[in-house]
Nanobody
Framework: QVQLVESGGGLVQAGGSLRLSCTAS????????MGWYRQAPGKQRDLVAV???????NYAESVKGRFTISRNNAINTVYLEMNSLKTEDTAVYYC??????????????WGQGTQVTVSS
């Protein structure tokens, strides 16, 4: 099994910044990609940013130029630096990892989610 533990959410004013972290642990053979999704009330869960083991990154159009995803492979951790936050960034942010495990093969795993609230 693989566990993802997120931290760094909170309340911030519009224009402010937050940094999210997510660390993976457990029966990990290889992490193929790690990323962040978000879900606002009444809406579907959407991709925010992802980074792969080949150092390919992808961002949602709405966050390009404001958010930066990075990864520390030595500690199986992915970060999301969020700047110039807008009220529409308010959502629960979920960490996702595409992991090849020691026993279960390749599977996606999710964190528990962390709330980000941007006030006007």
């Amino acid at each position: 099994q693989v566990q993802l533990v997120e931290s760094g959410g909170g309340l911030v004013q519009a224009g402010g910044s937050l940094r999210l972290s997510c660390t993976a642990s457990g029966s990990i053979f290889r992490i193929n990609a790690m990323g962040w999704y978000r879900q606002a009330p009444g809406k579907q869960r959407d991709l925010v940013a992802v980074t792969t083991s080949a150092d390919i990154t992808n961002y949602a159009e709405s966050v390009k130029g404001r958010f930066t995803i990075s990864r520390n492979n030595a500690i199986n951790t992915v970060y999301l630096e969020m700047n110039s936050l807008k009220t529409e960034d308010t959502a629960v942010y979920y960490c996702n990892a595409d992991v090849t495990t020691s026993r279960l093969g390749r599977k996606p795993f999710w964190g528990q989610g962390t709330q980000v609230t941007v006030s006007s």
